[in-house]
Each structure stands twice: as structure tokens, then as C-alpha cells.
């Protein structure tokens, strides 16, 4: 077990001094158990919010949760969370309890409680307290729901999300019960906010055992994106696939970088799949125009969620650009970088690999795409490949005559051109002397 953070220890005595239960509780205690450092540290007591106040009241606290039970108290700076022993009130629209309740026993703080391995709780005079088998959960490497799985998740419908997810981060499987009352309950995912539901989704696709948890949990998913739904078992008869749409998927996701906007761009590139999907008179499947379908789909799901500017920007055009043929050629990459932005055609880059990882391995060639890779990084690093690194500029061709806008931005792209085309060198004087034949 891994040793708690100093902070978190002296305010658990705190409280205890003054005769409060109090506990770490949730993801830390669960973390500590599998020997990962918990990021935050969440306590909880048997103190009253007032009681909590009265403890601290020569501390630095933060007040903002006491309507909740929540008081943050910062010790050198570092904020520790505590909240009072709860019982959540009656769930009304599948995710806020109308009304919050103290309570005096740990019991009832940890029924509330989403999963048993995130129900448990520890402090060092008692050691665990495992009042629903978390522990040997932990062990057996389950996501169990802490009572009725079907209940719960009526209660509060991000709780089938946060299974998906943390079954991905944790690398668990969820259990049966639970498993079936997610699938029951999932269209109530439709009643949980974009921003929450894109919170966990991004720690999905970042979680370690991703592709097993996009393949187990598709019927989640596919409340968020219908076409999941038809992915699963989707034949594409042809000899460049050896997965369904969804295995494919899943393994490219898992293949790639872990930043979000290139996972979510892969979790989506292909959706279009499934409508734009025939087969020829050899029986050889085709999917004509299924990456601006893909695109289209990942718009729609990407404003409805909520992401940010660059997400929608990023995720839309990775998508729609994902199978754009790269040639292995200077000149070509040159052009691609120039238009595309170097961050952007190397995110291209990291797609197109995850992408091929998943395809046929006796058919792909991954070294092409390390060779292109590494071309452009040598572009970039000592090159010009576009107007910022052109060795002339609009003030250079004014004093030089050429003075009307237009004209200018066309003899700059003209000599762009040419130097990508390596017919001219990039300096000075060279261009200069060219602008002034081109002008
Ligand atoms: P992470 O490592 O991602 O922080 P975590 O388990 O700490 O995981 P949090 O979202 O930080 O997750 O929540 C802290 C604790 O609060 C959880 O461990 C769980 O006990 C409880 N909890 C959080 N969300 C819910 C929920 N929707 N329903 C029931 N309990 C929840
Ligand atoms: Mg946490």
C-alpha cells in the first residue's frame, strides 16, 4: 500500500483528535490498493459541515461545497477535500438527488456510492473498511455497482458511463449484473449533460484497455453514436481488413498517441462505414465517400457534446482528410505541410499509422509512413514550406515596386511554389531577382 499524502493525514487526525469519524474514501483508496499514487485525495467524516468549520477555524478553507457537506481546507497549499457522510435524496431526472442528508454512519456514506471498488474506505487506525467486496474486486480486477446495478443507474445514468470508462482506465471487466443493467438503462444517457458525458468519454479513450472497452461496450456508445450499433460484426469484404468495422476501430484507437483529439477523430473515422458500404460485381465491399459521411457524423456529434473550438476544428478535418493518399515525395509533403499547418499534417501522420495498424498486416507498409514522418520533420526543422519561411515578404516586394495586394500575395505564392518545387533557391537575392520577372 502506498503511503498517504502528509496533508491528507494531518487533517484526518485533525478530525479524530476532536473525536470525528473520518476516512479517505473512493478513487484513492482504490488506488492505493493497486499501487498507483492516487492524484487527489478524497476524505470524508462523520462531522457536521459546522463541526467541520469549527475544526479548521485556523486554517485556510474554502467554503464553496458546504451546501453539500464539502469544506476544502489547504495545508502548504495543498487542497484537501472533505466532505460529511451523505445519503443522497430521491434522483429525480436520472442524475441530481433532490436533496442531500447528513448522517452519522459510514455506512450510509458509502452505499451511495457508485462501484464496490470505489466504495471503500481506509484510515490507519481502522484500516479498510469493505462493507461490499471492493476489495476482493479489486483483486479479481471487477466493476461491480454497489447494490441494485439497474437502480442505480436510474438513479444517476453517468454511472454507465463511468463503468465504460473505468473499465477502460483500470483495465477491468465489468460484471454480468451490472453489464446488462448498463445496456437496460443506457438510453438514459440521454438525459445526462454534453459536458459530462465528454468528460468521460475522453478518459475512456484515454484509458489504458480502450480497445477492449469501445468492443465490450458499443451499445453505450452507440446511445452517443448510432452507427456503433451496425459497426459491430460489420463484414468489409475486402482483402485490406481482417477486422469488423468496430474491431478495426477500436484497435486503431488503441494503436495511437494518447492525446485526445486524435483518439476521438479515430473513435469516428470510420462511422461513415456503415452507409456508405457496397459490393461489386466480385463481392469485393467498397465504401466510396465514407470518410465526408464520417465527417458528417462526427459535426453533428461534436456540437452536440459540446467540445471545444479546436476539438470540433481538429476531429472534423482529421476525419474528413483520414485516407488522403501521402506521397513519399519531398516536393508533395511540402505542399501537404503548407496547406494542412505542420501540427495538423503530422496528426494526419499519427492517424493514417493507428489506421494501418489496424488493417491487414501482410498488406500494409508502415515503414512508408515512418519514412514520410521523418521527411517532414526534416522539412520543418531546415526548410521552407511556406509563406512564414520564405526568405522574402510584402514589405521586401514593395520596396522592390511591386506595391498592389493582390499582386503581392500572388508573386509570394508564386515563389512559394517554386521553391517547394526546388526550382528556386530560398534566399534573398535569388527571390528578389525572380519577383521581379514573375511581376
Ligand atoms: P478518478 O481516479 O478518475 O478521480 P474517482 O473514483 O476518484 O476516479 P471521482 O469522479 O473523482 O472518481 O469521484 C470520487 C468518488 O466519488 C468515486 O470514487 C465514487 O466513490 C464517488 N462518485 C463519483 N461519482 C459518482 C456517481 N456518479 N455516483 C456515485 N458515486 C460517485
Ligand atoms: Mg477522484
Redesign the pocket.
Known sequence: MIAISANAKKAISELNKHGYETYL????V??MLMGIE???Y?ITTSASPDEMKEVFKNERVIETGIKHGTLTVIYDGEPIEITTYRIDGEYKDNRHPASVEFTRNLSDDLS????TV??LAYNERDGIIDLFGGRSDIENHIIRAVGDAKT?FTE?A??IF?AA??SS?LGFEIEQETKKAMIECAHLLNNISAERINTELT?LLLGKNVKNAIIENYEVLGVLIPEYLKMKGFDQKNKWHIYDILTHTAVAVEASLKVPHIRLALLLHDTGKVHTFFTDENGVGHFWGHNEKSAEIARDFLNKYKYDNFTKDAVYSLVKIHDTPIQEDKGFIKKRLNRLGADRFFDLIEIQRADNKAQNPELVNLQRIDNIEKMAREIVREECFSLASLKVNGKDLISIGITEGKKIGYVLNALLDEVIEDKLKNEREELLKRAKEIK
Do not use: E, Q
Request: charged residues 50%; positive net charge; aromatic residues 8%.
Open positions: 474514501v473512493g478513487g484513492c482504490r488506488d492516487p492524484h487527489d478524497d451511495r456510492r457508485d462501484f470505489n466504495a442505480r444517476d453517468l454511472r463511468r470508462r473505468f482506465t478518459k
